[in-house]
C-alpha cells in the first residue's frame, strides 16, 4: 500500500513492470493462475488481463504489462486516470491469444468515496502443482500537492425583470474552518442588477461560523438582470483546507406589477396597455391581441429550429411585456388561432420527386405544431386539400394545309397515360416460372402462386382519365404444354388457354384498380432439350378505351 490524501494531492503519475509465468496441463486446466491489479481511494481502477489455456490442453501461460500512469484531479469527487504502454497475455489454443494491448493515452474518469485509502498494489500467484511466478515492481511515484489559488464565482442571470431592479437582498452562510485556514482566507461578496456590467460590493458582517449578507441592499446601477459574485482570497497557501459555502439565497422585494403593455410580435408598437396596478383586487385581466397584424415578425431571426431539423414555415412569435414596478405576472390560458390560408406547395419540387421515382410514389409534407412550455395543447387544423395532376395525357393540334392555307383541317390528338405496375410473389426474379415433377404433370400452378396470392398482382396507374383493357399473350407457344390463366379467381378454368395472341382479361379498368392473374401448366411428354417452356414469357398490354392507337 502506498497510503496518502487525496485533499491534499493534485496529481500523481507512476510506473509498473508486470510479469507471470504459470503452466496447465491437460489433466488439470486450473494447475496455475495469477492476479495483478491497482486500486486507487478504495476503486480498482486495472486488472491485468492473464488468459488460460482451454480445458484439455496442455501450455504454458505468460502475461506482462510495462504501463505508465498519471492521475489527476478534476473536482472533490471525481479523478481522471491516463495510461501509456502495452499489456499482452498469450496462452496456447486460447482464441483470444495473444491479447496485445496498446494504451496511447486512455482515459477514464472514475468517482471516489474513501479519501484517505490511498493506492494499493495487489499481487498473486496459485500453482496447485508446479511453479508460478508473479512479479510487480513499481517505480517513478511522484505526487504533486494541491496548490489553491484566488478564485471567483459569477453566477447566470437568477432572475430577469421586465421592468428595473432597484433593491435586492442577499443571505449566505459560510462555514469558516477557522481551525484550519489560520483566518488567511476572505470572501468578498458583489450583486450586480445590470447584468453583471457593474458589481457593487455587498457589506457583510462577521459571526463564528455564518456570515450574514445585506438585506435590502439598495443599487447605484439599476437593471433588468440579478447576478451575484463571490471573491475567494487566500494570503497564506501552506494549508489546503477553504471555506464553504452551505446557503446562499438573493431575494428581490415583493410588489405587483403595473401599467403593463403588450407589444405582439416585438415590432416596437404597443398593441394594448392595461394601466394601474394588477393586483389581487382586479386580476385576472383578459388580454385581446386578435387584431394585431403580426406578418413582419415571420423573419428568418423568428424561424422555428428543433435539433436538427428545420421547419421553414413554422415560425416563434415574440410577445414582449413590460412593467412599470416590480412584480410576477402568470399567464395563462392562452388560445392562439393563426388562419395562414391559402398554403401552397412548391410544385417544382413535388415534380422533382415524381420525375427521379417509378410506380406510385409517397412524398412527405412535413407539418410540426410545437407549445413545448404547456405540452402538447398546440394543433393544426388541416382540411380542404386540393391535389390537382396536370399529366396523365397530352394533346396536340395537327393542321394539315396548302401553302396558302386556303385549305386546311385541323384535328386534335389526345395521348392517354395507360401504364401499370405488377408484382411478382417474389422480389429476387423478374420472370415467373413452372416446376413440373415430371415432363407430363397437370395442373402444375406458376412458381409463388397459391390459392390466395395470385403471379401477377396487376395495379393500374392509368391517372390521365381514362380506362383501360388488359391483355395477354406468350411470345411463342409449344405443342406439348399449354397454359391456362384466370383473372376473376383462383380456380383453374376449362377453356381459356394463352397462345400468340392478345386476349383480353379485364375490361374498362379505372385508376389503381386491381387486377389478380392466376396460371396453370398442363404438360404432355415435354421433351428435355425445351428447358425454356418452363420460363415463358407473358407479354400483358393495356390499352385505353375508344383509343384509335396504343403503343
Excluded at 139 to 146: C, K
Excluded at 243 to 270: R, Y
Excluded at 444 to 453: D, E, F, K, N, P
Excluded at 463 to 479: A, D, I, P, Q
Amino acid at each position: 500500500n502506498l497510503p496518502f490524501s487525496a485533499f491534499e494531492t493534485e496529481v500523481f503519475n507512476f510506473s509498473i513492470v508486470v510479469d507471470y509465468d504459470g503452466t496447465d496441463s491437460s489433466d488439470d486446466s486450473t494447475l496455475s493462475t495469477g492476479w495483478a491489479w491497482i486500486t486507487i481511494f478504495d476503486n480498482r481502477v486495472w486488472e491485468m488481463i492473464i488468459l488460460d489455456i482451454p480445458s484439455g490442453t496442455t501450455g504454458a501461460e505468460k502475461a506482462d504489462a510495462d504501463i505508465d500512469f498519471m492521475f489527476e484531479k478534476i473536482n472533490r469527487t471525481h479523478w481522471r486516470m491516463t495510461m501509456w504502454g502495452t499489456e499482452n497475455s498469450t496462452a496456447p489454443n486460447n482464441p483470444s491469444s495473444p491479447s496485445n494491448i496498446v494504451y496511447s493515452g486512455d482515459q477514464t474518469i472514475f468517482q471516489i468515496d474513501n479519501w484517505d485509502e490511498g493506492i494499493e498494489f495487489y499481487v498473486k500467484s496459485y500453482a496447485k502443482d508446479g511453479l508460478t511466478s508473479n512479479t510487480f515492481y513499481v517505480s517513478e511515484v511522484n505526487i504533486t500537492e494541491w496548490n489553491r489559488a484566488n478564485s471567483t464565482l459569477i453566477s447566470k442571470s437568477i432572475f430577469d425583470s421586465s421592468g428595473f431592479i432597484d433593491a435586492a437582498s442577499m443571505e449566505i452562510s459560510v462555514v469558516n474552518n477557522s481551525a484550519f485556514n489560520k483566518g488567511d482566507e476572505n470572501i468578498s461578496l458583489y450583486m450586480s442588477a445590470d447584468d453583471g456590467d457593474n458589481w457593487e460590493a455587498v457589506t457583510w458582517t462577521t459571526g463564528n461560523e455564518t456570515e450574514w449578507g445585506a438585506d435590502n441592499f439598495v443599487f447605484a446601477n439599476q437593471g433588468k438582470h440579478l447576478k451575484f459574485r463571490i471573491d475567494f482570497n487566500n494570503s497564506n497557501w501552506n494549508y489546503n483546507y477553504t471555506m464553504i459555502i452551505g446557503h446562499l439565497n438573493v431575494s428581490v422585494l415583493e410588489g405587483n406589477v403595473s401599467n403593463l403593455t403588450f407589444d405582439f410580435g416585438d415590432d416596437g408598437t404597443v398593441d394594448v396597455t392595461f394601466s394601474g396596478e394588477l393586483n389581487s383586487t382586479n386580476s385576472p385581466q383578459e388580454i385581446n391581441l386578435s387584431f394585431v397584424n403580426i406578418s413582419s415578425a415571420f423573419t428568418d431571426a423568428n424561424r422555428f429550429t428543433n435539433n436538427s431539423f428545420t421547419y421553414p414555415h413554422l415560425y416563434k412569435i415574440p410577445l414582449s411585456i413590460y412593467s412599470d414596478s416590480r412584480g410576477i405576472l402568470q399567464i395563462s390560458s392562452i388560445n392562439l388561432t393563426y388562419n395562414p390560408n391559402p398554403v401552397s406547395l412548391n410544385t417544382t419540387t413535388i415534380l422533382g420527386t415524381l420525375s427521379s421515382s417509378i410506380n406510385d410514389t409517397l412524398f412527405r409534407i412535413p407539418i410540426a405544431a410545437s407549445n413545448s412550455s404547456v405540452g402538447t395543447n398546440a394543433s393544426i387544423n388541416i382540411g380542404d386539400i386540393r391535389y390537382d395532376y396536370k399529366g396523365g395525357k397530352d394533346e396536340f393540334l395537327i393542321t394539315l394545309h396548302d401553302p396558302s392555307y386556303t385549305l386546311n383541317v385541323t384535328r386534335k390528338i389526345t395521348s392517354y397515360y395507360s401504364d401499370f405496375y405488377k408484382n411478382l410473389p417474389y422480389t429476387w426474379a423478374t420472370d415467373i416460372f413452372f416446376l413440373p415433377r415430371t415432363n407430363s404433370s397437370k395442373n402444375v400452378s406458376a412458381y409463388g402462386q397459391t390459392s390466395t396470392i395470385p403471379v401477377f398482382n396487376i395495379t393500374a396507374t392509368n391517372y390521365g382519365g381514362m380506362n383501360f383493357n388488359f391483355s395477354l399473350k406468350v411470345n411463342e407457344t409449344f405443342s406439348c404444354m399449354d397454359i391456362t390463366w384466370n383473372a376473376t379467381g383462383s380456380e383453374k378454368p376449362a377453356d381459356q388457354k394463352i397462345n400468340a395472341t392478345l386476349q383480353e382479361v379485364s375490361s374498362n379498368v379505372g385508376y389503381l384498380s386491381n387486377t389478380q392473374i392466376w396460371l396453370w401448366a398442363d404438360l404432355d411428354n415435354c421433351n428435355a432439350s425445351q428447358i425454356r417452356i418452363l420460363t415463358p414469357y407473358i407479354f400483358i398490354d393495356s390499352c385505353c378505351i375508344g383509343c384509335e392507337v396504343c403503343l
